[in-house]
């Protein structure tokens, strides 16, 4: 069993910044791709930034690239997402899970855990 503890999210104005944070504990966890999903109200779970269990690969969508970087930490079992120039498209509950295969960190549904999300909200 993996917990996933996501932290760092909250109020911010757009143009500002954040860090998220995901915290794990029960596993090896340098064996494990981590993602960073998103969901908006009323619309589907959606792929943000992922990173391989060694950190030598990075991933990012379309939308946050050049804005967001993800990197990880695997003495502390914590993986990060910095979050600069946040836009109001951004609000979303965001949601860190691992996956075992690094070529999985598109599909959601090939995530083995997941944390219970943290809120961010980009106000215009």
């Known amino acids: 069993q993996v917990q996933l503890v996501e932290s760092g999210g909250g109020l911010v104005q757009a143009g500002g910044s954040l860090r998220l944070s995901c915290a794990a504990s029960?596993?090896?966890?340098?064996?494990?791709?981590v993602g960073w999903f998103r969901q908006a109200p009323g619309k589907e779970r959606v792929f943000v930034a992922a990173?391989?269990?060694?950190?030598?690969?990075?991933n990012y969508a379309d939308s946050v690239k050049g804005r967001f970087t993800i990197s990880r930490d695997n003495a502390k079992n914590t993986v990060y997402l910095q979050m600069n120039s946040l836009k109001p498209e951004d609000t979303a509950v965001y949601y860190c899970?691992?996956?075992?295969?690094?070529?999985?960190?598109?599909?959601?549904?090939?995530?083995?855990?997941w944390g219970q999300g943290t809120q961010v909200t980009v106000s215009s």
């Open positions: 990173v391989n269990g060694n950190a030598g690969l990075t």
């Open positions: 899970g691992i996956t075992r295969y690094y070529n999985d960190r598109y599909d959601h549904e090939r995530y083995d855990y």
């Open positions: 029960g596993r090896t966890f340098s064996n494990y791709a």
